[in-house]
C-alpha cells in the first residue's frame, strides 16, 4: 500500500439533535454555534456528525425518506425568526417535558405545524430576496429535489404509509401522472421544497462557521437508503425489487459483536448491474451532493461494496442470509474520475472483515477504524489494542453512536475483562475509564482521534444514543446547556496538544 496519511488531528462525535434547545430537540441554532466554540477553546478540529437526512421509521438517522434530503426538524425556530417567517408568539406553546431528552411523537407534530407556519407567511410576503434564493436553491438541486417533494408530497395524500401499500398508480407512477400530480399540489410540493430550502441554508452558514474556526465537519450516509423513501421509489431499477415494487432480499449483517442473530435492518439491496449500466450516476451523484455539505464522509458498513449480507424478503432474523459479490473497486473508480483521487472518505470497516475488504479499502487509501472498547471484549490480543495499530491512516474511536457509553460498557464487563482495561490503561483511583480511554485514543498513532461527548462528559447509561437491534427510545439523549465548561476544554486541549493534536 501506498504510504499515506492524514493530519494529526482529533475531535467529538455529537449529533446535532442531542444538543440543547428551548424547542425540544437540538437544532443548527446558537447552540450548534456555541458547541463550535466549545470545539475550538478544547483544540479538536473534526465535529463527527449522524447522518443529516430527513428521518423516517423509528426517527433513525440511518432510515430516512431521502439519501439527499435534510432533517427539517433541525431547522431553528430562531432562523426562520431572523427571515421574519415566525414571531415569538409562535413558539410560546413548545411542548418541553425532558430538557436531556427528545420525545419525537410529541415533537414532530409540533415543528411540522411550526414550518408549514413559516411556509405560508414565505408565500404570502414574497420577499425578494428570499424568493430568489428558493428559486435558485430549487433549481440547482432539482436533481433530487423533485423527487423528494413529490414523494412527501405523495406520502401525505396517503396518509402517511409507506410508499408500497399506496395504490399502483401512485405505487408506480408514469410520467405524465407524475406531471398531473405536480400541477395538482404544487403548493405540497413547495412546502417540501421550502423546508429543504430553509434547511440548507442554516447548515452552509453553520458549516462556515466552523470551517473558519479551523474545524472540519465529518457526515454519514449508510450504504443502503430506506425502503420507504424517494430515493427507491424514483428509481426501482436500481433496486433489487420485483414488478410490484417489493424487494426479494433485505440488508443486514450476520451475527457480529452487537447480536447474537445478526442484524435485519430490512432496507432494499441495490441492483448493482443496473448501476454499473449507468456508469454508477446515481452514486457519483450522492457522493458529490454530500461533499459539497460536508469537509469529510464517513460510510457506514463499507464491506458491503465489497460483498453484502443478503436476507430473503420475509425473514424475521439475518441468520438465514448469504455474502453476494458488491461493485467493489469498479464503484470507487467510477466515483474517483469523476470527483478526484483523494475522496475524503472514511471507510467503517467494522464487523466481518476480509483480506478484499482490506485492498478495497487500502487501494483508494480510505482509512479505517479502531474502536478501543472493542479491544477489551476479552483478555487476549485484538487489532483494536493502540499497540497493534500497523499505521496512521486510521481513525480511533472511544466507541461509537451503536456503542453503550464507556462508563457504562466498562460496568458490564467481566471482571476479567475490567482487569486488562485497568492493566492496560494504568488506571489509578483520580482516573475515569472514560478519560483513560480518550487519553489512550489521543495519544494511538491513528491521525484522527474521535470520541462521543458522552464520553468527555463522563455519562453512563443514560447517555447511551443507540442500541443496535432494538426499535424504540433511541437517539433521543442530549446534553444541558452549561456542561461544557471552561474547565473541561483546558483538559480536553492540553491533553490534545500534549499528543501532538494540533
Known amino acids: 500500500m501506498e504510504t499515506y496519511s492524514l493530519p494529526r488531528l482529533s475531535g467529538i462525535l455529537l449529533h446535532p439533535t ?4 428551548a424547542y425540544g430537540i437540538g437544532d443548527l441554532g446558537e447552540e450548534a454555534r456555541a458547541f463550535v466554540d466549545f470545539l475550538q477553546k478544547s483544540g479538536q478540529h473534526l465535529w463527527q456528525v449522524l447522518p443529516l437526512t430527513h428521518t423516517g421509521y423509528g426517527d433513525s ?53 411550526l414550518l408549514k407556519t413559516a411556509y405560508r407567511r414565505f408565500l404570502d410576503k414574497e420577499d425578494p430576496f428570499l424568493l430568489e434564493s428558493y428559486r435558485s436553491f430549487c433549481g440547482k438541486n432539482s ?5 423528494y417533494a413529490l414523494f412527501m408530497a405523495c406520502k401525505q395524500l396517503n396518509s402517511g404509509a409507506g410508499w408500497l401499500e399506496w395504490e399502483e398508480c401512485y405505487r408506480i407512477p408514469t410520467e405524465s401522472f407524475k406531471s398531473e400530480l405536480r400541477q395538482k399540489y404544487a403548493e405540497e410540493i413547495g412546502f417540501y421544497c421550502f423546508i429543504q430550502f430553509a434547511f440548507f441554508e442554516e447548515w452552509k452558514a453553520l ?17 443502503f437508503v430506506s425502503m420507504d423513501s424517494a430515493d427507491v421509489w424514483a428509481n426501482q431499477h436500481l ?20 447480536s447474537a442473530s445478526g442484524q435485519l435492518w430490512g432496507n432494499p439491496l441495490y441492483r448493482w448491474e443496473a448501476h454499473e449500466q449507468e456508469g454508477y450516476a446515481w452514486w ?10 460536508l469537509d469529510i464522509l464517513r460510510i457506514d458498513h463499507f464491506r458491503g461494496f465489497e460483498a453484502y449480507w443478503a436476507v430473503p424478503y420475509g425473514e424475521k432474523t439475518a441468520i438465514n442470509g448469504t455474502w453476494m459479490k458488491g461493485p467493489d473497486h469498479a464503484l470507487f473508480s467510477a466515483i474517483a474520475s469523476a470527483l478526484g483521487e483523494d475522496l475524503p472518505i472514511i471507510a467503517e470497516d467494522l464487523g466481518v472483515i476480509t483480506a478484499e475488504v482490506d485492498a478495497l479499502r487500502d487501494d483508494f487509501r480510505f482509512p479505517g477504524m479502531k474502536v478501543l472498547q472493542f479491544a477489551f471484549e476479552d483478555t487476549g490480543e485484538s487489532h483494536f489494542l493502540p499497540h497493534q495499530f500497523k499505521h496512521p491512516n486510521c481513525v480511533c474511536y472511544t466507541g461509537t453512536h451503536d456503542n453503550d457509553t464507556t462508563r457504562s460498557w466498562f460496568e458490564t464487563l467481566r471482571p476479567q475483562c475490567q482487569e486488562k482495561v485497568r492493566r492496560y490503561m494504568h488506571l489509578s483511583g483520580s482516573d475515569t ?20 461527548l458522552q464520553d468527555v462528559l463522563d455519562l453512563g447509561r443514560e447517555g447511551r444514543m443507540n442500541t443496535p437491534g432494538v426499535a424504540s427510545g433511541n437517539w433521543s439523549w442530549r446534553f444541558r446547556s452549561g456542561v461544557l465548561t471552561d474547565g473541561l476544554a483546558c483538559r480536553l486541549r492540553d491533553l490534545s496538544r500534549l499528543y501532538g493534536r494540533y
Open 143 to 147: 436533481f433530487w429535489l423533485d423527487d
Open 18 to 21: 442531542s444538543l440543547p434547545s
Open 207 to 223: 458549516k462556515a462557521y466552523a470551517n473558519a474556526r479551523d474545524i472540519r465537519i465529518i457526515g454519514d450516509i449508510p450504504i
Open 284 to 293: 457519483i451523484s450522492r457522493i458529490r451532493n454530500q461533499l459539497e455539505v
Open 433 to 452: 475509564v472514560s478519560w483513560a480511554l480518550i487519553r489512550a485514543c489521543l495519544s494511538s498513532i491513528a491521525s484522527y482521534a474521535i470520541f462521543p
Open 61 to 113: 438517522p440511518y432510515q430516512s425518506f431521502s439519501a439527499f434530503a435534510g432533517q427539517p426538524l433541525l431547522i431553528s425556530p430562531e432562523h426562520l425568526m431572523e427571515w421574519n417567517l415566525l414571531e415569538k408568539a409562535d413558539l410560546q406553546d413548545c411542548p418541553v417535558s425532558d430538557p436531556e431528552h427528545i420525545d419525537y411523537g410529541t415533537i414532530i407534530p409540533w415543528k411540522t405545524a
Open 239 to 258: 433496486f433489487q425489487l420485483d414488478t410490484k415494487g417489493f424487494p426479494t432480499r433485505v440488508a443486514g449483517v450476520p451475527p457480529d459483536y452487537f
